[in-house]
């Protein structure tokens, strides 16, 4: 059974960080591309980052680089993203996303809330 188990999200003021993790089973995770989107009220899914499947590579979204990291952990089969200097325009839900070919697979979502 494939699954994507998200975690890390919730509220923070401006200027703070979070770390979203999401951990796979059910494939074999080192064979995947994984990347981070997110969604916010009324806007459609965004791509904010993305990385290789051996990690060599990554690419971010202009409005997140300098600011957020995406990384992974193939021996845990995880994949994070470290997020700093979190601004209220970073409010979403964040999502992972596992593909390799035309195959894919989404994480359930969390919400990351930057307010005062």
């Known amino acids: 059974q494939v699954q994507l188990v998200q975690s890390g999200g919730g509220l923070v003021q401006p200027g703070g960080s979070l770390r979203l993790s999401c951990a796979a089973s059910?494939?074999?995770?080192?064979?995947?591309?994984m990347s981070w989107y997110r969604q916010a009220p009324g806007k459609e899914r965004e791509l904010v980052a993305r990385?290789?499947?051996?990690?060599?590579?990554?690419d971010y979204a202009d409005s997140v680089k300098g600011r957020f990291t995406i990384s992974r952990d193939n021996a845990k089969n995880t994949v994070y993203l470290q997020m700093n200097s979190l601004k209220p325009d970073d409010t979403a839900v964040y999502y992972c996303?596992?593909?390799?070919?035309?195959?894919?697979?989404w994480g359930q979502g969390t919400q990351v809330t930057v307010s005062s």
């Open positions: 059910g494939f074999t995770f080192s064979n995947y591309a």
């Open positions: 990385i290789t499947s051996t990690g060599g590579n990554t």
């Open positions: 996303k596992a593909r390799h070919s035309i195959v894919a697979y």
